[in-house]
């Protein structure tokens, strides 16, 4: 009774709206965390050391594809947001594209996968974050984040995009299979639902 | 017979996950070993580094979970909920592999921009027992992956065969 009661509300007209702003929402932040993430890049000039009177600098950079979790957020988060815009375009414009029931189990697998994939890309890069940030003293590594204050905040906006991201895809990949339960129902805002039988 | 095959593989897979699980939080937590660095002695212990603890943490969940659900009655209306917990536990397992493997990545390789040095040349049997606990890992994600493909099959029923 009370499984009917949910499927009938995943199914109703205005949920489809709710997901087409919830999958905008998720779009836009796994969009901005690949964005700013990929462009964080910070230059320094560091006295390293004196000859003399005269000091030595030395000019490093601090950039996302030093680190390969880094980039594996990068593209993760690119994969997503291109995969959000793919099913909102879905939504709106593949009116009554439909070839044995196949479109609303494809859309739960791939919003399932696309959450997994993110949030291993988001964790992956915390805990880097967190190594850069606070080092690491049984390894010896030191935290970079006291030297490129401003790549540490970029990267810190970013995985907060991404977090965001993160419970945005379950949300979505939780009313995606609760369609499942319901077929016949798919969401296009060009074509009329069709009649549940 | 055909239900007694699937609900039979399907306990086998969750079986198969859970001792996956519970084997790399094993090895994982038995990973410890003292080296000398010249007059130095470093000692590698696993919660030395934030992400193995997740690891740890992440997978003895999986490993509890899967030995509850082991035993839910077939008949029981739990297996929708089954399929959502399966779902979580599946992003759990991928953020947990996914964050120890960029610091064990890190520890091997090293990251000649920051400056931060391997550590594997140092403590050779401690990196082999983190790689053996990662690769439990992966077995035990790849496995929880069939079996939320098979749960959803099973319980959600989208291709409509049962009427």
């Known amino acids: 009774m009370a499984v009917s009661k949910l499927a009938l509300a995943a199914t109703s007209g205005k949920n489809c709206k709710v997901l087409l702003g919830l999958r905008l929402l998720a779009f836009s932040a796994t969009l901005s965390a690949a964005i700013v993430m990929g462009l964080n890049k910070e230059t320094k000039t560091f006295v390293v050391g004196q000859v003399g009177n005269t000091p030595i600098k030395a000019t490093f950079t601090a950039k996302f594809d030093h680190t390969p979790a880094f980039v594996f957020f990068v593209v993760a988060n690119a994969m997503v947001s291109f995969h959000n815009l793919l099913m909102i375009g879905l939504q709106i414009f593949g009116g009554e594209i439909e070839f044995t029931g196949f479109r609303l189990l494809s859309v739960a697998i791939l919003d399932m996968l696309n959450v997994t994939l993110i949030s291993a890309a988001a964790n992956a890069a915390a805990f880097m974050a967190e190594v850069g940030k606070n080092g690491n003293k049984h390894a010896r590594w030191e935290k970079i984040c006291d030297r490129f204050a401003t790549y540490c905040d970029h990267g810190a906006g970013a995985l907060i995009a991404a977090f965001a991201g993160v419970i945005l895809m379950l949300i979505i990949s939780a009313v995606s299979i609760s369609r499942l339960v319901q077929p016949n129902k798919y969401c296009s805002t060009t074509a009329s639902p069709s009649v549940v039988p | ?163």
């Open chain 2, 1 to 163: 017979m055909v239900k007694l095959t699937q609900r039979l593989g399907g306990l086998v897979l969750r079986f198969a996950a859970f001792c996956a699980a519970l084997g790399a939080v094993i090895a994982m937590i038995t990973s410890r070993e003292r080296s000398s660095f010249f007059v130095l002695s470093l000692v590698a212990k696993y919660s030395d580094l934030a992400a193995f603890k997740y690891f740890v943490i992440a997978n003895a969940i999986v490993s509890v979970y899967s030995f509850l659900v082991l035993f839910l009655p077939k008949e029981s209306l739990l297996w929708k909920f089954v399929v959502v917990l399966d779902l979580m536990v599946t992003m759990l397992l991928t953020s947990s592999l996914s964050a120890a493997v960029a610091v064990a990545q890190v520890g091997k390789r090293g990251n000649a921009n920051a400056g931060w040095l391997p550590i594997c040349g140092q403590v050779p049997r401690f990196c082999d027992q983190i790689t053996g606990a990662l690769i439990a890992g992966l077995v035990a994600l790849v496995l929880y992956v069939f079996l939320l493909i098979f749960s959803i099959h099973h319980v959600v029923d989208p291709f409509l065969l049962r009427k």
